[in-house]
C-alpha cells in the first residue's frame, strides 16, 4: 500500500522559512505527477504546486509564486516544498498529493497525505 507521510510544519514567523517533506512509502517508482494543497480554517483547499515527476514540469499558484520552489529526490522517494519569506495569510494544512496513472495527472489525485501543519505569525 503506498503511502505519503509529510513533515516539517510548524510556527514561524513572517519572512521565515520553512521546507516541507512529502515521503513515497510502498513503491518502487517515484509518482507521475504529485502536488501540494492547502487549506486555512473556513475557506476552500487551494492547489499551490505540482511537478510532473519525469519531466521536472512544475506549476505554482499566484499566491505563491517566487517565494516557494518545489524539488524531489529521487533517491528517497521524496517530494519537497521550501517556502520562504512566508507571510501570515500562508497559514494551513498543507497536504501533499501524488497520482501514477498518467491519465488522471494532474487533476484527480489518489493519493493524500496526513497533513503538516503550518503557522506563520506576524
Known amino acids: 500500500q503506498v503511502q505519503l507521510v509529510e513533515s516539517g510544519g510548524g510556527s514561524v514567523q513572517a519572512g521565515g522559512s520553512l521546507r516541507l517533506s512529502c515521503a513515497v512509502f510502498g513503491h518502487t517508482y517515484f509518482p507521475y505527477c504529485m502536488a501540494w494543497f492547502r487549506q486555512a480554517p473556513g475557506k476552500e483547499r487551494e492547489e499551490i504546486a505540482s511537478?510532473?515527476?519525469?519531466?521536472?514540469?512544475?506549476f505554482f499558484a499566484d499566491s505563491v509564486k517566487g517565494r516557494f520552489t518545489m524539488y524531489q529526490d529521487n533517491a528517497k522517494n521524496t517530494l519537497y516544498l521550501q517556502m520562504n519569506s512566508l507571510k501570515p495569510e500562508d497559514t494551513a494544512m498543507y497536504y501533499c498529493?501524488?497520482?501514477?496513472?498518467?491519465?488522471?495527472?494532474?487533476?484527480?489525485?489518489?493519493?493524500w497525505g496526513q497533513g503538516t501543519q503550518v503557522t506563520v505569525s506576524s
Open positions: 511537478i510532473y515527476t519525469s519531466s521536472g514540469h512544475t
Open positions: 498529493a501524488a497520482e501514477y496513472s498518467s491519465s488522471r495527472c494532474p487533476t484527480r489525485f489518489g493519493l
